[in-house]
């Protein structure tokens, strides 16, 4: 029901800048719940940073100060600006979201869904 699909990724030096962008095949602001994640190597897929339907954000401390999520309406895409990237935020980034519905009964049902992934390296 919903596609993502990521792209941005690249090779940048330490310092760098690189702006990742995720398309959402639905309204962003009619989304529940936004995130963006990574894993590296041999390590646990970890959050970045999520969002909330009003736009709250909320970021790991290893990129506060350094990254920052967005959503554009007029293309509705999730965006991941990362600035002063370091080695270690080399890894797989993907973003996620979850939708809400009411369902008859007043019921609420909540899906999720992952974009595929694009590859970020930091290295000199």
């Known amino acids: 029901q919903v596609h993502l699909e990521e792209s941005g990724g690249g090779l940048v030096q330490p310092g760098g800048s690189l702006r990742l962008s995720c398309a959402v095949s639905?309204?962003?602001?009619?989304?529940?719940?936004m995130a963006w994640y990574r894993q590296a190597p041999g390590k646990e897929r970890e959050q970045v940073v999520n969002?909330?339907?009003?736009?709250?954000?909320n970021y790991a401390d290893f990129v506060k100060g350094r990254f920052t999520m967005s959503r554009d309406g007029a293309k509705n895409t999730l965006i991941l600006q990362m600035n002063s990237l370091k080695p270690e935020d080399t890894a797989v980034y993907y973003c996620?979201?979850?939708?809400?519905?009411?369902?008859?009964?007043?019921?609420?049902?909540?899906?999720?869904?992952w974009g595929q992934g694009t590859q970020v390296t930091v290295s000199a």
């Open positions: 996620y979201v979850e939708i809400v519905e009411t369902v008859y009964g007043g019921d609420t049902e909540y899906y999720d869904y």
């Open positions: 639905v309204n962003v602001f009619g989304l529940y719940y």
């Open positions: 969002m909330r339907s009003g736009g709250s954000t």
